[in-house]
């Protein structure tokens, strides 16, 4: 392909050289049925937190305040220089990958069923935030509680993620009101539906396993129901990794979590 540029480049303008590259590149598409532009995500960071699996993951971030974790860069972006001016904001974007997907990139349906919905109901794959989609990227607004220096470089300390422990970050913005904040538009179908939230009975003789902030964010996490919305069997135990424990519970059809056992993992 570059031999085939230059020759036809020969004797060309710049212009000319860029017009016919262009060209050229879209009849090897058309001939080949290959789209040679491509844009490759590496990361630049990780995020780490207490919740190392998608099960009690919260389902948007923002909905456990509480959740801290740590941003932690690779080697090559830990130049201090480029968080610099960083702390004078609130809030940040974070733009990640779906790195626990079960399906495969490229494996994905144009309807999705959204929990909020109950889990029955579909709606179109762009219409809401599912993590099955074209291209498996997310993008959530966490709120910077500062940065640590340390041994892993500049360190991101946030809260409010809705990431699961080991998450790929591919970018970070700052989050700016004056255009990224809408007050009074509209959301779509999550408008007019509330999260039912479910009444936590946690036995006293097993929280000791948790710190007081540990269990603060255990409780909050739980009261959002962690569970699949089509999921209804209060005979059912349910195991949720947190902070190197296995919460098990139920959940009655009355709303009632109950937290049967606390393993150590």
Not at 56 to 76: A, H, N
Not at 174 to 197: L, N
Request: aromatic share 12%; charged share 20%; proline share 8%.
């Amino acid at each position: 392909m570059q031999l085939l540029l230059q020759l036809w480049g020969v004797g060309c303008s710049k212009s000319l050289l860029f017009l016919n590259a262009l060209l050229l590149l879209q009849f090897f598409e058309y001939i080949s049925g290959t789209k040679l532009f491509c844009m490759e995500f590496t990361p630049i960071a990780h995020y780490h937190s207490l919740l190392p699996a998608k099960f009690g993951v919260p389902r948007q971030s923002g909905l456990v305040p509480e959740l801290k974790g740590r941003i932690v860069f690779l080697p090559e972006y830990r130049n201090p220089d480029t968080l610099r001016g960083i702390e004078g904001f609130d809030y940040l974007w974070l733009i990640w990958g779906f790195s626990l997907n079960a399906k495969k990139q490229g494996e994905w349906s144009p309807l999705v069923r959204p929990p909020l919905l109950g889990g029955n109901e579909h709606v179109g794959v762009f219409a809401t935030r599912s993590p099955f989609r074209p291209n498996p990227i997310g993008l959530s607004s966490v709120h910077l509680c500062g940065v640590e220096y340390g041994a892993d470089g500049p360190v991101l300390v946030v809260s409010g993620a809705d990431l699961a422990d080991g998450t790929p970050i591919f970018d970070i913005k700052p989050y700016v009101v004056y255009s990224d904040s809408h007050p009074g538009a509209r959301s779509g179908f999550v408008d007019g539906k509330e999260w039912r939230e479910l009444d936590v009975v946690f036995p006293a003789e097993m929280r000791g396993a948790f710190t007081d902030e540990e269990f603060a964010v255990l409780c909050r996490v739980l009261e959002l129901d962690p569970r699949p919305q089509y999921h209804d069997d209060p005979e059912r135990v349910y195991g949720m990794p947190f902070a190197g424990h296995d919460v098990r519970f139920t959940v009655s059809c009355e709303g009632v979590l109950r937290v049967v056992n606390v393993v150590k993992i």
